[in-house]
């Protein structure tokens, strides 16, 4: 899998066809999760988990899914990452799209989203913010479909 610039940070980032498509890869991969072991699109990516706002399970599920898919997941708790404090949040994400492939960011403010996802190079998807959880929106359609 090529990991190219598309961001996810918002539910409407995607059309119907996608969500449809993104659905049926879901069930694809849940239906063969046991007899998988030469299927890892990720394989040989980095994922950054930037999590300013603390979650077991958004966390372990991103941990385990990265992992399950052939990535390996880099957690980075809000003591390990200071987003726009020490360094810009726009230099933090140039500078995390030369190490990592994608980032995964759960934090306060959508505002900080969009300012990271504006600055880098690399995939970027929103885990949670104040205003939008667009990950557990898929997964609540996914259940539904």
Not at 26 to 45: F, M, S, W
Request: neutral net charge.
């Amino acid at each position: 899998m090529n990991l190219t610039k598309r961001d996810f940070i918002s539910i409407w980032d995607l059309s119907t066809e996608e969500i449809y498509q993104i659905f049926n890869l879901a069930e694809k991969l849940r239906n063969i999760k046991d007899k998988r072991e030469n299927l890892y699109p990720l394989k040989g990516k980095t994922i950054a988990l930037i999590f300013e706002k603390p979650s077991t399970r958004t966390r372990v599920s991103f941990e385990v899914g990265a992992y399950q898919l052939g990535a390996y997941p880099i957690f980075l708790a809000s003591r390990d990452i200071h987003l726009g404090k020490s360094e810009t949040l726009e230099d933090t994400a140039r500078v995390m799209s030369r190490y990592v492939q994608a980032v995964v960011i759960r934090t306060f403010e959508q505002e900080k989203v969009e300012r990271f996802a504006a600055s880098a190079n690399i995939p970027v998807i929103n885990a949670l913010t104040d205003f939008l959880h667009p990950c557990q929106a898929m997964a609540d359609y996914y259940t539904l479909w």
